[in-house]
């Protein structure tokens, strides 16, 4: 099964810039997949899209078998986490707590089931000991942590990640790879970051002005030395 089918996808922002030109892919359930390419290649117009952040009608999406269109919005969201390239675009509550189990409260679970949801994705995230403290006082790392556990604890199936490693050092990198490496769901890392991208993915596609240009094995594309200097990864 695919947990995302993209067929044909085309995007124009109003001053008639064109962000995505016929995108045709399948993501398998489970595989970790890197969008790379540099500033202003679509990648985080094409993150967005995967879970309605932007409005395409135009376009055949299809998450999880579920067609993504006004009827089906709510669940699609549900399934796919979407982690902003800031997280403070995320974050916006007093405490860690609240900002995870801000998403299970809207759901409608009680308070009692809403704090098993919240500990137990604070836990996977590794930001437990965090959980009294105001995410705006905290690292940049930790932040990106909670902003997963925010997705986590809406049980997302698919999580995407608009450039994760912005901002960050080269531990803090390492440690967001190892904890996403232990995470099963199924992954779509938008990022420039070549070594961050060979760390965690099995498979990577190249956006050039809007276009697929590449999909290969990770591993393949990252020796391409010379493909990875022409699209300006390099």
Known sequence: MN???????????????????????KVPVGQSIAILGPNGSGKSTFAMH????????????NIMG?????ENLTEIRS???LVFQDP???????TVFDD????????GFSPEETEKIAMRAMKKAGVLHLKDSSPQHLSVGEKKRISIATVLAMDSEILVLDEPTANMDGRGKRELAEL????????????????FAGWLTQRSII???????????????????KLLYDYGLL
């Open 3 to 25: 947990a995302i089918n993209l067929k044909i996808v085309r995007y124009s922002y109003p001053d008639g810039t064109h962000a995505l030109r016929k995108i045709n892919l």
């Open 50 to 61: 995967l879970n309605g952040a932007i409005e395409n009608k135009e376009s055949e999406i």
């Open 66 to 70: 579920l067609k993504l269109n006004k």
């Open 79 to 81: 399934r796919v986490g």
């Open 88 to 94: 403070d675009d995320q974050l916006f509550c007093p």
């Open 100 to 107: 995870v189990a801000f998403g299970p409260i809207n759901m």
């Open 180 to 195: 996403l490496k232990q995470l099963p769901q199924t992954k779509v890392i938008a990022t420039h970051d070549l070594d």
């Open 207 to 225: 956006l050039h002005k809007g276009r697929i240009v590449e999909d290969e094995p990770t591993k393949k594309l990252l020796k391409d030395k």
